[in-house]
T-cell receptor, first 108, second 114 residues
């Protein structure tokens, strides 16, 4: 079993829908990261969380440390949100452990 | 991404040849990482560095070596490329930020070994 599990693996939505991507982890962590990767593109850091909730534009990330769970929400989704979203955790030190990613497709 | 560049962006090489990928940063970050990304596996750590001449192995280090002679450069070398090393390689830099670590990733190098 991977230390970081994401669900769903693939997600297709219609423009305007509210989207949720989930991440569960099995180790104690110091921080959790949400990353975005567009097709053929590089990887961009969206959020770093150690507790609570963060919001940036239409993106919201939450974390529940006790339940070892985080969610990434996208409000009013748009086709340009189509990308792979990756959850990663840092346990101790500076190394990251990654989930396999969620492929999101938003259709117009 | 700004502050970190990878070269080359694409490379095709033959089995058995040596290959070196370069990661260059202008952020003066202490930590540098090399990952490979393959379908079904996500990102996996090859090697990382926590300072000049200080490096350590990651989870998939066999067949790879690294060097960091300057803060700004982290080189990944495939001594004798194999088809199983066909992958997309990402470099990342990291620095302590408020008790945790913030990361910036490069744009990736697509390597094909034929």
């Amino acid at each position: 079993k991977n230390e970081v599990e994401q669900s769903p693996q693939n997600l297709t939505a219609q423009e305007g829908e509210f989207i949720t991507i989930n991440c569960s982890y099995s180790v104690g962590i110091s921080a959790l990261h949400w990353l975005q990767q567009h097709p053929g593109g590089g990887i961009v850091s969206l959020f770093m969380l150690s507790s609570g909730k963060k919001k940036h534009g239409r993106l919201i990330a939450t974390i529940n440390i006790q339940e070892k769970h985080s969610s990434l929400h996208i409000t009013a989704s748009h086709p340009r949100d189509s990308a792979v979203y990756i959850c990663a955790v840092s346990a101790s030190g500076s190394r990251l452990t990654f989930g396999e990613g969620t492929q999101l497709t938003v259709n117009p | 991404d700004a502050g970190i560049t990878q070269s080359p962006r694409h490379k095709v090489t033959e089995t058995g040849t040596p290959v070196t990928l370069r990661c260059h940063q202008t952020e003066n970050h202490r930590y540098m990482y090399w990952y490979r990304q393959d379908p079904g596996h996500g990102l996996r750590l090859i090697h990382y560095s926590y300072g000049v001449k200080d490096t350590d192995k990651g989870e998939v280090s066999d067949g790879y070596s690294v060097s960091r002679s300057k803060t700004e450069d982290f080189l990944l070398t495939l001594e004798s490329a194999t088809s199983s090393q066909t992958s997309v390689y990402f470099c990342a830099i990291g620095e302590a930020a408020g008790g945790n670590y913030g990361y910036t990733f490069g744009s990736g190098t697509r390597l094909t070994v034929v």
